[in-house]
């Protein structure tokens, strides 16, 4: 029951919110804010309790929801999610305090940043593949509405390609549900969308299964993004406020990673093997790709949208390894993104606050007149480009290692990506704070103030942390880690093809997958394909 409480306390915040005199700002604020640092404080429980010895879900609730469907209310943490969820209610916090001085119509901004969180917060916890598509969806709505109301100029039109481009991955979802619900259904007699049941109980024959993870590939890969499906991300960070680009880049990208680990690897086993040159492939692509249209932005904001399809192509990168350093080091990537890209949008809402203007060539001589905001960029953009000593190296260093391992040749083509990131960035790191300026605006800017130091303290304080000693976050992993290797490790599965599946009546079902097991641990790995 508790992480049910935990996940709807920002729902039930924001309706709270809904009865408050509109005209009262201050507390509207206090309220959203004071549920958002409760719900952070309350998830870190999560943290302090967990068993980082079992693979099992942990803190699991499962009760029938609507039982003529088979659907369940189930809820669970485990080392793939534990750290997303926390990391969800610690950005929603942090996103709060960044629109503090936001005037327009600020209760309803509050209420949809708490929505938000729930809609997040649920899809990190559901168990359930209906319950999931519920929350999948559910975080659309709020997001759409921050970017359009609250956004920039063009914030109608990305509003609605954000939509449109999410909405289309998750037909694509909901029709494979829809299918692993029948094939359950066919092969023990039970309907069901249960996770874990279905997961424990069917065998998805060659054919179904390559379709099924193409399906889900789609509806994750839109959200990471991928390339060539990336090309909603850039209008909708460009046009978002400061906190919709922060949830953008350090929740809402984490779903669709988050989905290949939780879903495709582990129901799609043979097809993830099958599959994993050409996406391993197209992640090298957007590494490089990324970081190429990332040199030529002349927009500041533009250039780190693009940087996030750059640093996501390593996740994805690791994901695709199969070995244990390629996961675990995409799995602390995942966090070294949210927390460094986070960042980087909450410095330049600032510089655009006093501005009013993104664009590089504006600026030069920022160290001048606001040397402590110059030292915090400073350090982000190092942990950006995976300086050893900060969060973004420990990442970087392990997906190499891991997909060194896997492919050599892809493993050299993707360390690139880390020069040019370190090309980009440095230059325009140089260009804004270090160039002469030509505008008498930049000599009048003033430092960072309590309520930004605030919001950037605790990011940077993270990015000296995961660097220097990482070891509490990466145990946190560990053995589900070590679970989900052992699922597309092609020495541990052999899926059954149609015509297996027609011969087996439900009677012998469960003798049959017995011998089936004992006699493919006989084989050799060349006659498991």
Known sequence: MFLTFVTFLPLLGAIGIAFLPEKDESLIKLTALGVAITDFLLSLVFYFNFDLTTPNMQFELSAVWIENWGVNFHVGLDGISLLLYIMTTFLTAICIVSVWTVKKRIKEYMMALLVLSTGMLGVFVALDLFMFYVFWEL???????????????????????????????SLLMLVAIIWMYQLHAEQTGIYTTDLMTITNNIDIPFGPQKWLFVAFFLAFAIKVPMFPFHTWLPDAHVEAPTAGSVILAGVLLKMGTYGFLRFNLPLFPYACNEFMPYVGWLAVVGIVYGAFVSMVQEDLKKLVAYSSVSHMGFVMLGIFAFNHYGIQGALIQNINHGISTSALFLLVGVIYDRRHTRMIKEFGGITNVMPKYAIIFMIVALSSIGLPGMNGFVGEFLILLGIFQADAFMAGVAT????????????????????????????????????????LLPLVVLIFWIGLYPKPFMKTFDASVTHLISKVDPSNFKPKTHTEHADSGHAGKTEHKTEHKTEHKKESHSNAH
């Open 416 to 455: 690139t990506g880390v020069i040019f990131a370190a090309c980009y960035i440095l230059w325009m790191f140089q260009r804004v704070m270090f160039l002469k300026s030509n505008s008498p605006e930049n000599a009048k800017l003033k430092d960072l103030d309590f309520r930004e130091y605030a919001m």
């Open 139 to 169: 975080q659309l709505v709020p997001m759409y509405l921050i970017i359009g109301i609250w956004g920039g100029a063009r914030r109608l039109y990305a509003s609605i390609k954000f939509f449109l481009y999410t909405a289309f991955g």
